[in-house]
């Protein structure tokens, strides 16, 4: 922290520093407790995909053995052709959101084609769609626990060191200010006292040189 002037305007500087930080940290706190919400959402929906994509993936293994058979080819059946983000605004914090996903299914023929492959479709135009918006909650959650720990920072600079050290920086100087104005009056009656015995000594000086003269005229 820089050194502080042990002044009258270094104190009214400080003093409305002191005001800005004890204005400002509420809305930070705020701020924080909110974006720490957020982030518990994020986690939730994070946990939640990740268990459904779970599902699918088991659901695949356990109903459609029938994939491991290399007469039915089943290769680039489904195909995401765009993938369409927009930027959320969570709290002051851009987070990534999925806007639209499109997928082609390649045309195959009813009669070509077993009837589980309707099936598998099915399944595999949800895993992709899983996956796609479990790796953008990925950085949703990235990017929320960022600016919650951040913001946290933040709180931690105000209430533990700005706020702290302006205090002290306030009551330092007062003390300073208080001692240099007691030492003023200190000194005002010193030298008031220095005059008032030096006016004296002057007076009485006067009136013995008047004694004296009266003296000698008789």
């Known amino acids: ?14 003093k409305r520093s002191l005001k800005t930080y004890n204005r400002y940290l509420p ?27 779970a599902d699918v ?13 290399e ?20 709290v002051g914090t851009a987070v990534p959101k999925v806007e639209n996903i499109s997928i082609r299914v390649k045309a195959y023929s009813d009669l070509a084609k077993p009837v589980w492959v309707d099936f598998l479709v099915d399944l595999l135009q949800q895993m992709v769609r899983l996956r796609i918006e479990y790796q ?4 949703r959650h990235k990017e929320l626990d960022k600016a919650t720990r951040t913001t946290s920072q933040r709180v931690n600079l105000f209430s533990k060191v700005l ?8 009551q330092k100087i007062q003390i300073y200010l208080s001692d240099q104005d007691r030492a003023s ?14 006016e004296a000594k002057m007076a009485k000086a006067r009136a013995q040189e008047s004694g004296e003269a009266d003296v000698n005229v008789h």
Do not use: C, F, W, Y
């Open 136 to 139: 953008v909650r990925v950085l």
């Open 163 to 170: 706020i702290p050290q302006t205090r002290k920086s306030i």
């Open 71 to 90: 007469d039915v080819p089943v290769e680039s059946l489904v195909k995401v052709t765009n993938v369409t983000l927009m930027d959320e605004n969570i």
């Open 185 to 198: 009056v200190m000194n005002a009656k010193l030298s008031k006292g220095k005059v008032l015995a030096q």
């Open 1 to 14: 922290m820089a050194k502080v002037a042990l002044n009258k305007s270094s104190l009214n500087k400080e």
């Open 57 to 69: 993936e088991r659901l695949v293994r356990e109903q459609l053995p029938m994939l491991a058979r």
């Open 27 to 53: 809305a930070l706190e705020l701020k924080r407790q909110q974006l720490m919400a957020e982030r518990k959402k994020a986690e939730v929906a994070l946990t939640e995909t990740r268990s459904h994509l």
